[in-house]
Every structure is written in C-alpha cells, then in structure tokens.
C-alpha cells in the first residue's frame, strides 16, 4: 500500500518549515521587539509577537512565512534574543547580558543589581546584610583590608567566580540601637563577591523559613 498525502496545505507548509531551518538567513535583534533577517532574495523585517514580516509571501498569503518561522527557532534556540530584550554590556562588570528594553543609561547585570541600602542574604552562612557601597572592582584585583589576601582568596570565597565585583555590606544594626549607642564594630564593612550574596525576601529565602520555623517551635515550647 502507498501512502498518499492528502493534505496539499500539510506538505506546503512541511516545505516552508524545511526551507526555514535550511535557507542561508542571518538573524539580527533590532530592537522595539523587531528582528531583522537577511536572505539571498531580500531584507526583512519581522515582528515575532505580532506575528508580522515584511516578506511579500507573508503580505499576500499572510501566516507563517520562512522568516517569522527562522526567527521563532533562532529564539528558541537562544541564538538571538527574544522580542523586548537587548543584548548589552553591564555597566559593572563588563559582562554581556539580555536587559529587558528600553534599556538603562547604566545597565546592571543581575549579579551587579545591587543599591546601597538593599538587605541582601548570605548565601554561605545564610546572614542578613545591608549593602553599604555601589558593587565595583573585581574579586581577585581587590584586598580585604588589614589582611593580605584577595576577595576572591578569602577563606569561603573560592568557589565564587575570580571576575565577580565586590559588593561592600554590614551586618544590620541591632534593633532599638540608640544613636549614642552606635560602636565602630556596628559599621564594619565587609567586602563579599557579588555571586556570594543575593536579593533578602526571594521565595526562596531559607532565613525567613527559619525565623517561622523558630516561631512554631516556640509555639510548641
Ligand atoms: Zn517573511
Ligand atoms: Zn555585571
């Protein structure tokens, strides 16, 4: 028995589907959602959450022509960025990241996002600290003072990445401190590799799990 194909519409769009991931096609972001595509017969330029490409296939028949389907694939493939996202460099560490557009005057890589102020968690000991000083300089360029070692060599320090800037950050001070009250040791700023620390009050925060699970013992006490 032969099997017979039916369905013409299937096998055209089989062919398109075939031409889109085999034709020679350059894919660039361009910003504003849009991406542009270069081809052996034109340049296009396709709008993948509208849907919309400047092709004259996708203006007569409309649909999925070659290019929104190259687009799609390159996307999902991670070769260029998805509609609404830029590659640029941070601002801190050098590094090249997607940032969401419009894009900032200084844009900061999710490892740099810190401001001062900002409580942020310790992801070796699981402390709450405050970030005292803007992330900058990198960890293995950067000595902790009074001791001759660098952020990146000190004790607990090794398995952060050597480029990681260094965040500066204090230990909160204790509640109901008096300002009469503030010591030198209360303003000790430490210098910790960015990947070290991350965001107070993620879903994942184990210190607010543990503060419930104190509180429930102490229910039960
Ligand atoms: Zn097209
Ligand atoms: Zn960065």
Redesign the pocket.
């Known amino acids: 028995m032969t099997l017979r194909t039916s369905d013409e519409s299937s096998v055209a769009l089989d062919e398109r589907t075939r031409r889109a991931r085999t034709e020679p096609m350059s894919v660039t972001a361009m910003g504003g959602g849009t991406h542009r595509v270069v081809t052996d017969s034109g340049d296009y330029v396709v709008d993948l959450t509208g849907g919309r490409c400047t092709c004259p296939d996708h203006r007569y028949r409309g649909g999925w022509c070659k290019h929104l389907r190259r687009v799609a694939a390159e996307v999902n493939a991670g070769t260029v960025p998805p509609p609404g996202k830029s590659p640029v460099e941070?601002s801190?560490?050098?590094?090249e990241?997607l940032a969401d557009e419009p894009v900032d005057d200084r844009p900061?890589?999710k490892?740099?996002d810190f401001d001062v102020g900002q409580f942020v968690v310790d992801d070796n000991t699981g402390d709450l600290l405050v970030v005292a000083g803007a992330p900058g300089g990198r960890a293995d360029e950067t000595t902790v003072p009074d001791r001759n070692v660098t952020v990146a060599d000190y004790p607990g320090n090794e398995r952060y990445p050597d480029d990681d800037?260094v965040v500066r950050v204090m230990y909160p001070l204790p509640p109901g401190l008096e300002s009469g009250e503030v010591r030198p040791h209360h303003l000790r700023q430490y210098r910790f590799p960015a990947s070290r620390l991350r965001p107070a009050g993620d879903a994942d925060d184990e210190r607010a799990d543990d503060a419930d699970e104190r509180t429930r013992m102490r229910q039960f006490a």
């Open positions: 941070c801190v560490c050098g590094r990241f900061r890589c490892r740099c800037p």
